[in-house]
């Protein structure tokens, strides 16, 4: 069966009873329907002082059209450690419509190691998106407002910093003129759109602990700058309180289930190729409160999800991971080898051992924060013994151990082994968690880090101008944050086009942004956009519902 026939098939049980898996009593449960429902701001206060269990973090290669298989490893892998016994909930993210009418759909995991309802999740979901897409245009349209009556904040339109955003790829919006039209439409100035998922707002609802550090952060956004160049924030035209009331449900924590009726927290969805990439902090504290296990995922390639939630994530949120799964395919290993992907089903041993570069390389990477690597080989019928056993002898050889799973044909019981492993390694105690950079090393210093030990790059290469506003930023009081990159997730480089583990290449920085309520700054790498365009043909094109009033081509 396909996934989404699976998904349909699946025997899903009121969510009352998979929260009782975690002690949630059903009235701190507030459904959405009867197979999803949110967990209550209260409840999730009375169990800050529970003792936290064990953070497991779900990572890859590089991404290839080979495929992968983070999100239904990370699903399999919340499976199997239920299956061996142990009080475990997995923590992913909420799936942005623009990739679901673009590129591809779903965002649930797939065959027998996916979360439900899947339609749902990948659709409209619980409204989460929609209230962080009305809360920052809210404030988009607060500040042009402001600038309309008077403009008291004496804000220079030349340098108003803050751009709009939807859920939804659109080209055509990355750069505009507004307020066009004649005076009663305000002042014509150059604009732009982002996808929602690169909304300052998002990573703000992502990072934050609560309703009260929510709106400090809200808060402190910079809208924009004065002539003198002093920073004008939400707060100075008081955006903040209104953007915390429309955010107030989005930020409880969204509890649905696996195909195994295990719980799944599936809350918040930053992109990791140009915004932090991780599911919400306070998803992954309560779930730590509340199970033995948690299994969460980081967006992409180890390159860029992993490096942020240990960098950022785990950083601002006292977050200790214990072991790292980094998911690698047979297929995605010969395609790095320089295999054509029709030519994918023919066995080649050879370009298997010369695409393990890449594989090397994030193992190296993962390592460096001082967290175990363990390798999970997301299994293909066309993988054959000679590939694996390929792929299982160059991993030993960096140190670590790579593992055959087959959650997604037979679902926890294809990915015992894994879970036996990562229970193994987190037992041991030898994680010793730290981030790359200390957090007062001066911007430009972290950016090189990063590129440096993660990307292996020789320089960065910054003009002038860059390297004069992270100066500024850090005269401001701003060096302390750390850096978050936006650039291709298909590449160690900022070329897409260039597989395996490259050396001696360059980073070339194309703009830094200051987000100063997530408490990040943003630095966009190559041709990196943070509104992405529909492909020649979108998936768009073949969704439709059929004559039994079901979802054709999401999936």
């Known amino acids: ?133 009305s809360a920052h245009n809210l404030l988009a ?19 108003v910093a803050f751009r709009r955003v939807m859920d939804m790829n659109d080209r055509a919006l990355r750069e505009i003129v507004c307020s066009l039209g004649g005076v009663a439409n305000g002042f014509p100035r150059e604009a732009g759109f982002d996808i929602t998922v690169a909304s300052e707002v998002m990573a703000i609802l992502c990072l934050a602990t609560g309703l009260d550090d929510l709106e400090r952060r809200l808060g ?38 696996t195909l195994e009726n295990n719980p799944a927290f599936v809350h918040g969805g930053p992109f990791a190729n140009i915004a932090h ?6 998803a992954t504290t309560t779930a730590l409160k509340l199970a033995d296990y948690v299994v969460t995922e980081a967006g992409f390639g180890a390159d860029l999800g992993a490096e942020k939630f ?17 998911v690698a395919t047979v297929r995605a290993m010969k395609m790095n080898g320089g295999v054509k992907k029709d030519d994918l089903g023919n066995e080649n041993v050879e370009a298997v051992k010369k695409g393990c570069a890449n594989l090397g390389r994030h193992i190296e990477n993962v390592k460096q924060f001082g967290v175990p690597a363990v390798v999970a080989i997301n299994h293909f019928v066309t993988d054959t013994d000679a590939e694996v056993q390929a792929v299982k002898d160059y991993v ?7 593992i055959l799973c087959q ?79 936006a650039k291709t997730q298909y590449s160690f480089t900022t070329d897409p086009s260039v597989r395996g583990a490259p050396t001696g290449h360059s980073l070339p920085i194309r703009e830094v942004r200051l987000s100063a309520g997530a408490g ?8 990196i956009m943070t509104m992405p365009g529909l492909p020649r043909k979108p998936s768009a094109e073949e969704i439709r519902i059929n004559d039994d009033g079901l979802i054709d081509g999401l999936f």
């Open 1 to 133: 069966m396909s996934d989404i026939e699976i998904a349909r098939a699946a025997k899903k049980k009121p969510i009352q009873e998979v929260g009782a898996k975690l002690d949630i009593p059903s009235e701190h449960l507030l459904p959405y329907g009867h197979d999803k429902a949110k967990v209550s701001a209260d409840f999730i206060r009375s169990v800050a002082g529970n003792k936290s269990g064990h953070l497991v973090l779900v990572t890859a290669i590089n991404p290839t059209p080979a495929g992968e298989g983070k999100t239904t490893t990370t699903v399999g892998l919340g499976d199997g450690l239920n299956r061996i016994g142990k009080k475990a909930a997995i923590c992913i993210r909420e799936a942005s419509l623009g990739p679901c009418f673009g590129m591809k759909g779903g965002a649930a995991g797939g065959g027998y190691a996916q979360v439900v309802p899947m339609e749902d999740m990948n659709l409209h979901f619980t409204g989460d998106f929609h209230a962080i897409t």
């Open 141 to 159: 349209a607060m500040l042009d407002n402001h600038i309309y009556w008077g403009n008291e904040q004496e804000i220079d339109l030349r340098r």
């Open 220 to 257: 402190d956004i910079i809208v924009g700058y004065r002539r003198d160049k002093t920073a004008v924030y939400c707060r100075d035209i008081k955006a903040d309180g209104a953007m915390t009331v429309l955010l107030q449900q989005a930020m409880q924590p969204n509890l649905v289930q």
């Open 277 to 282: 990439g991780c599911n919400s902090v306070i």
């Open 310 to 326: 240990f960098d950022i994530k785990c950083r601002k949120a006292g977050l200790k991971p214990e072991a790292a799964v980094i």
């Open 396 to 402: 030993k050889s960096q140190g670590s151990e790579a």
């Open 407 to 485: 959650h997604w044909a037979k679902g926890s019981e294809g990915i015992e082994d894994l879970a036996k492993k990562v229970v193994e390694i987190v037992e041991g105690k030898s994680a010793q968690f730290s981030p790359l950079y200390d957090e007062n090393m001066p911007l430009f210093e972290k950016i090189e880090t990063i590129a440096k030990r993660i990307y292996r790059a020789d320089e960065v290469v910054a003009d002038k101008k860059i390297r004069d506003q992270l100066k500024q930023w850090e005269a401001d009081g701003y060096g302390n944050l750390p850096v978050c990159m």
């Open 520 to 527: 990040f700054v943003v630095v966009v790498c190559g041709e």
